[in-house]
Every structure is written in C-alpha cells, then in structure tokens.
C-alpha cells in the first residue's frame, strides 16, 4: 500500500513538472514544438479548435463602369491576378475615333495659343506710329507751324491705335491659352471614358466568377467578374467559453494546421485574431475571426492554377496562442495539474 501511494505520488510530481515545463494538449502550456515551428509564444497556453471554416478574406464583385457590349475578356475561371490587371474590356471603337479628333483639335489649340507673331506685328506697328510721332514733335519744337495739328491729331492717333493694337493681340493670344485647356478637357473627358470601358482587377486574387463573354451586353452597375482575396484567408471557428473568454480572444496569435491529403505532409500558417462576435451560441461556444497570411505553393510561382499553400474549404485546426502575461494564464497551469494530480489520485 505504502509503495503504491509513493508510487502515485511520483507519477503525480512527474506529470506537475511537465505541465510547468511545457506539455501542450488541447488546453495547456505552450510547448517547445508550437514555439519552433510557430514563432508566436515563448510561454503561456493553447488552446486548439477545430470547428473552423477557411474563407476568402474578400470577395469582390466586380463592376462594368459603362454600358456597352463586351469586346475582350483577358482572364479565365481560377485565374490568379494582381491590382490592375486587365479583366475585361467594352467596345471602345467609337470613343477612339472622337479621341482622335479631339487630340487634332488640341494639337491646332497648342500651335495657334503658341503663335507670337500677331503680338510682334502689333508692337513692330505702334513703334513705328511712335517713332514718327516723336520725329514730328521734334520738327515741330524747332519749326513752329512747320507740321500741320491735324496730321499731329492723326500721328497721334496712330500710336494709340498701335497700342490698342497690341492689347488686343495679347488678349487673343491669352484666349488661345484657354481654348487649349478647354481642348485638353474635352481630350480627358473622352480619356476618362475610354477607361470606362477597361476593367481591372481591385485586389490582388483569384478569379472565381466571369458572368459576361465576349459580344455580350452589359449595362452599367452590372457584375463583369467576382473576385476573391487569396494572399489572405478568414477563418471562422467556433471556441467553448469554458476554454477561453471572448475578451482574452483579441488581437492573440494565431496557426492553422492541416495535412495535405495527396501527400501526407503537415503544413501551418500564421495569422490573428480579427474579432469577436458578441453573441454567445448554444453550447457556450462564442465564435472567433481569424485573419491567415497565405503563401504560394513551393514550385508554382508561376503557376495561375491552384498555386497557394492553403484554399479556402480545406478542413484545418487553430491554435489560438495565450501569451504568460495574460492573468488566465497561470490559472490555467495550475488547474491543469490539480487535474492531473486528482485523476492520478483516484
């Protein structure tokens, strides 16, 4: 009996020290394993879900910005693209052709706003005007009566008119400066539209969905293509309070893990809790946002077509990591050997 007790009694102080030292289960401390291979915490506890659902971060429905019928589409179904890549394009032969025009009418605007020589005919005219005038008066201050008022009156009026003259060409001129702007708009205008007609990617990701072919009809606001966030995958698990609290849940570190079926190899990502929903289900279960930093397949960064390690669908488990400063922490070590220790008792 008395070796028996004893006996109990060092499976009991050997399982405690494991406890302290770093044996993880679904609920426990923070082993060497998670620390290597997952980074994210040096000590504290687990706690590992596996009710999780692998979700594109985003999925955009992308619009057709102009009602037309569709010319070209530059992608197929499972498609990886990145911001700005072509999509889709609308017939764009008619706003071509008007694009053409206008670029003329600003060349013309550009030549005629640039045109000095109204402005140097101008102010050849009025020097001259002057210097005539000024020739008479000095004629006129040595020979008194020697020029007659009226063509004084009318030389005069030259240089006035001479200078009448040259305002009026610089005005011109400053007219031809805004018509060029005014041309430069129209020019946008037609620019802005032609884009219009071009739709691009808004994120990086996968093509899930081509709703139109080419020489169907679009009409503005209508879905051209959907696209789905690769780069960065959501999941959606389910986490029983009795394990974790929702306000612990916040801003933790957090590793999905699965298996890859046609090979047998492990693989795990990195990510973070995003947030909480507020309501808790039956069960007392509450249910936790995570966002995953996705990364290519070894091998296939050239490949458009199922290249990423992890795809929205594929069953995973989560580790959610709690750091040995959150008060909880310590609590849970301790009750998981006091568990120990009373099933090891009986």
């Known amino acids: 009996m008395i070796a028996s007790k004893s006996l109990r009694s060092l499976l009991s102080a050997f399982v405690a020290a ?21 980074g994210l915490v040096s000590d504290g506890y687990t706690v590992e879900v596996d009710e999780c659902l692998v979700r594109f971060a985003k999925e955009i429905q992308v619009p057709a910005l102009a009602t037309g019928r569709v010319d070209q589409v530059m992608v197929q179904k499972n498609d990886f693209v990145e911001t700005g890549s072509p999509l889709a394009r609308l017939d764009d032969r008619a706003l071509l052709i008007r694009r053409r025009t206008a670029q003329l009418r600003v060349t013309s605007a550009r030549e005629q706003s640039s045109d000095e020589v109204e402005i140097k005919y101008a102010e050849v005219a009025l020097a001259e005007a002057q210097a005539e005038l000024d020739n008479s008066r000095s004629i006129q201050n040595d020979v008194r009566g020697a020029i007659p008022l009226t063509q004084m ?16 060409a610089k005005k011109r001129k400053l007219r031809a400066e805004l018509e060029v702007q005014l041309r430069e708009a129209d020019l946008s205008e037609i620019d802005d539209a032609i884009g219009h007609l071009h739709t691009d990617s808004p994120i990086d990701g996968i093509v899930l969905e081509i709703t139109r072919a080419a020489g169907e009809w679009i009409e503005t606001g209508e879905t051209i293509a959907q696209i789905g966030k690769i780069d960065r995958l959501h999941v959606h698990a389910l986490v029983r309070g009795d394990k974790l609290s929702p306000t612990q849940c916040r801003d933790l570190p957090v590793s999905v893990h699965w298996t ?19 309501q808790t289900l039956p069960g007392g279960r509450f249910r936790v946002h995570a966002e995953i930093k996705n990364t290519r397949s070894s091998g296939s960064a050239s490949d458009q077509h199922q290249s990423w390690l992890l795809t929205p669908g594929t069953p995973v488990s989560m580790k959610l990591y709690v750091p040995a400063s959150d008060p909880r922490s310590d609590t849970r070590q301790r009750e998981e050997v006091s568990q120990s220790q009373i099933r090891l008792g009986r």
């Open 18 to 38: 494991s406890l302290l030292t770093g044996t993880s289960a679904r609920v426990g401390v923070a082993s060497e394993l998670d620390n290597r291979v997952d």
């Open 260 to 278: 890859d079926p046609s090979n047998g190899k492990n693989h795990s990502l990195r990510g973070h809790v995003l947030s909480v929903d507020p």
């Open 153 to 168: 009156r009318r030389m005069r009026l030259a240089v006035e008119r001479g200078e009448l003259e040259v305002t009026q």
